[in-house]
């Protein structure tokens, strides 16, 4: 059930003075299973990319395929899809509005028509994925921290079981702790469910650590679609569209430059490690 997006084509304001094209004959597709990170600077149309993809925009022109049918088809259903393809946006807290975190978590499942047997048993199963106390289900979710919302926020999400989970800097505004916290989190889910996530992000660090493909996005056009590794080979590249490599990348090429024989390849912190301590026959 790959999501695969065909020249596809977004232009705010179409058709007046003020028109702008966001996206700009867009093609890739989004395989069963993988970890995906999408990094572009601001304006590159990242966001609006993601909104794309579970029908929240609609494109100017091209076609959006999921599970063999184009979304844009007359007798194709939106809350379908919507069950399917989940959103988490940023800031997502700002989405919580019900008197409980058990009445918030719940509302996907509920809205997809399931007994309350099985809704109690997607809110809780959802809760534990995240890593929040079910104890603290009937409180008020605006009385809870900012990382205990944002962990409910997409809790809700993940309670729909969709077979794709969209996150837009899904870790904004958050500490370090809290930002590892909700990506392990999110990697830990991935790799138990098998499900696809995509991570739009400004950290390089983030979708380097995370990612298996990394989407590079700029001026509404994809420049890149690899692995991290072959993405920050280029890091010079990126530096011209307004971004970076991992500061690892940065490192490993100045050791490189001041005649050390590493590879420059690494751009995790371990992978440093690693290449370091083989250089030192450890």
Do not use: W
Not at 111 to 137: H, I, S
Not at 168 to 189: C, F, Q, V, Y
Not at 202 to 229: C, F, L
């Amino acid at each position: 059930m790959a999501l695969e997006l065909k020249d596809i084509t977004y232009k705010y304001s179409a058709g007046t003075a003020y028109e702008i094209t966001a996206l700009d004959h867009i093609n890739v597709t989004f395989p069963d299973g993988e970890f995906i990170g999408i990094i572009g600077h601001t304006g590159s149309g990242k966001s609006t990319l993601v909104q794309h993809l579970n029908g929240l925009i609609k494109a100017t022109s091209g076609e959006i395929i999921y599970n063999g049918q184009n979304i844009y088809d007359k007798d194709y259903s939106m809350k379908e899809l919507r069950t399917q393809v989940g959103m988490v946006f940023q800031y997502p807290e700002h989405q919580l509005f019900e008197t409980t975190v058990y009445d918030d978590v719940a509302f996907g499942p509920k809205n997809q028509g399931l007994d309350d047997k099985d809704v109690a048993l997607r809110t809780y199963e959802a809760m534990e994925a995240v890593g929040f106390p079910q104890e603290l289900c009937d409180v008020s979710p605006f009385e809870l921290s900012g990382g205990q919302k944002r962990r409910v926020a997409i809790a809700g999400v993940m309670a729909m079981k969709p077979a794709v989970l969209i996150l837009d800097e899904p870790t904004a505004g958050l500490d370090p702790m809290g930002r590892d916290e909700i990506l392990n989190m999110l990697k830990e889910t991935h790799e138990r469910t098998g499900n696809t996530v995509i991570l739009v992000s400004h950290s390089m660090e983030d979708v380097a650590n995370y990612a298996d493909r990394i989407i590079v996005i700029d001026k509404g056009q994809i420049k890149y679609n690899d692995t991290p590794k072959n993405v920050f080979k280029h890091y010079k590249d990126l530096e011209k569209m307004g971004l970076a490599a991992p500061q690892v990348t940065y490192f490993m090429n100045d050791l490189k430059n001041a005649g050390m024989p590493v590879s420059t390849d690494a751009t995790t912190v371990q992978e440093a490690r690693d290449e370091i301590l083989k250089l030192m026959g450890r």
